[in-house]
């Protein structure tokens, strides 16, 4: 019963830490002009919204492992961005570009790592204080 409640309270967490994620993510990519600043903010929230987002259909799984899986997307999409697929995607469907991102650039794997190893650790110290990892 209690591993069953700490499944339930984590991704209701996740969910939460998801949705202030993204609206964030929203506003930087919205509101802010375009700059190294709000690149690099654009960049961790999107791997932290990854790794909420994987939490949310596996809260079980142990955090190490969502944050493994969180990097490999997050470069996995942006290896997938010297294909040139993702400019063609989004000059037809303009919101594919908050997933798919457009062009490479070798910064945004550094800032996804680092953003995930941050998201990790929190889930992890979180997790454990607050009685939410089952």
Known sequence: MAART???????AAVVA???????GLAVHTLLPDS?????AGDALYAAAVAAFIVVLA???NPLLIGGIAAAWCIGIELFQLTGVPVRVAEVFAPAV???????DARDLVVY???IAVVTAVDVAVGRSAGLTP
Not at 6 to 12: G, N, P, S
Not at 98 to 104: A, E, P, R, S
Request: net charge positive; charged share 20%; no cysteine.
């Open 36 to 40: 190294a600043v709000t690149d690099i």
């Open 113 to 115: 790592v680092l953003a």
């Open 18 to 24: 998801l949705a202030a994620v993204v609206t964030a």
């Open 98 to 104: 908050l997933v798919l991102g457009t062009v490479f």
């Open 59 to 61: 809260p079980r799984w």
């Open 6 to 12: 700490a499944v339930k309270r984590r991704r209701i």
